[in-house]
């Protein structure tokens, strides 16, 4: 197929095959350059990095588990694509395990979280405008972190994964958000964060989800 021209063989070190393809894999299928649909044909991904087919599937099973990748019978491993309910699904996911990660943040997060926090408001105030989403991501990823819980960190990261990837297939060219008020609503989170005023946190998490679905559903 065309597209797997595409598929970039990344620079640097992997600890093992399989990691350099479902990095090369993950990072086609995020840009674009690997579309919905798009047929994953394991011989011409062996041939492109010149190994075995063992780990291209292995890999590929791992991208299947962030959904990524789709096995359908008779066709094979195809690019996972999206829904008319995928904006409002993940939305409502990235609130939940937001709130679920704020109980735990205002009781473990720490003064040097927060000036890590404040750091990253800053990084999103100073973003240019095609990379405000990119900066943005990082805040809530730094957020998240403050409640000391991996696996719920982990779940965050693949959904806003798979909401960095929509982004870029289908609102790349829309309206940005009212910039003004969410980098806002950050310096509150923070702000509620040092009170340790968890009722103002979650209230403010559910507000900034419901304004930022609001805005993309248009």
């Avoid at 047929?39 to 099973?61: C, K, N």
């Avoid at 990084?123 to 989403?133: S, T």
Wanted: aromatic share 6%; charged share 30%.
């Amino acid at each position: 197929m065309a597209h797997m021209e595409q598929i970039r063989i990344p620079a640097g070190t992997f600890p093992t095959k399989q990691a350099m393809v479902q990095a090369a894999l993950r990072e086609a299928i995020l840009s674009g350059r690997l579309p919905p649909g798009e047929r994953v044909v394991i011989d011409e991904v062996a041939r492109r990095f010149g190994i075995s087919i063992i780990p291209i599937r292995e890999a590929l099973r791992q991208l299947e588990a962030e959904r990524l990748v789709t096995s359908q019978p008779h066709v094979g491993p195809v690019v996972t694509g999206f829904d008319e309910d995928a904006v409002a699904e993940m939305f409502t996911l990235l609130e939940a395990l937001e709130l679920a990660a704020a109980r735990h943040a205002v009781e473990r997060v720490g003064d040097a979280d927060l000036d890590e926090l404040e750091k990253a408001c800053e990084a999103v105030e100073r973003a240019a405008p095609a990379r405000w989403e990119e900066a943005n991501a990082r805040f809530h990823a730094r957020l998240a972190a403050c409640a000391r819980m991996p696996r719920i960190a982990e779940h965050l990261a693949r959904v806003s994964g798979e909401w960095e990837r929509l982004y870029r297939l289908r609102y790349r060219e829309a309206a940005a958000p009212e910039r003004t008020r969410a980098e806002a609503d950050h310096r509150a989170f923070v702000a509620a964060l040092r009170r340790r005023d968890l009722a103002g946190l979650e209230s403010g998490i559910r507000e900034h989800n419901r304004r930022a679905l609001l805005h993309y559903r248009g």
